[in-house]
């Protein structure tokens, strides 16, 4: 059975920093795609940032500059640091797996985990 285990939240001050991670667990298929969504009380579900197999990554506007998204293969772990937090940074940060299921007739799924309430206040 697949699981992501995030880890990392809490409560931060502004301009504090913070290093979220998601392990991936339970899967021998592909991965496509490792990323961060967040969510905001009242508000949409929002990219933070993905990075793809090869490396390439991309990133929300709003957070452009400060957070940056890394993953290590070996452990299909994937990393969101966090900097120069500021209040509306504060949400529920999502882990998002996508994987692959190669084939004549192939497709791709994705996986959440369960999020990490991140705070970021005085």
């Known amino acids: 059975q697949v699981q992501l285990v995030e880890s990392g939240g809490g409560l931060v001050q502004p301009g504090g920093s913070l290093r979220l991670s998601c392990a991936v667990s339970?899967?021998?298929?592909?991965?496509?795609?490792m990323g961060w969504y967040r969510q905001a009380p009242g508000k949409e579900r929002e990219l933070v940032a993905v990075i793809m197999s090869g490396g390439g990554t991309n990133y929300g506007d709003s957070v452009k500059g400060r957070i940056t998204i890394s993953r290590e293969n070996a452990k299909n772990t994937v990393y969101l640091q966090m900097n120069s937090l500021k209040p509306e940074d504060t949400a529920v940060y999502y882990c998002?797996?996508?994987?692959?299921?190669?084939?004549?007739?192939?497709?791709?799924?994705?996986?959440w985990g369960r999020g990490t309430q991140v705070t970021v206040s005085s």
């Open positions: 339970g899967s021998d298929r592909s991965i496509v795609h």
């Open positions: 998002k797996v996508r994987f692959e299921v190669p084939g004549r007739y192939s497709y791709e799924y994705d996986y």
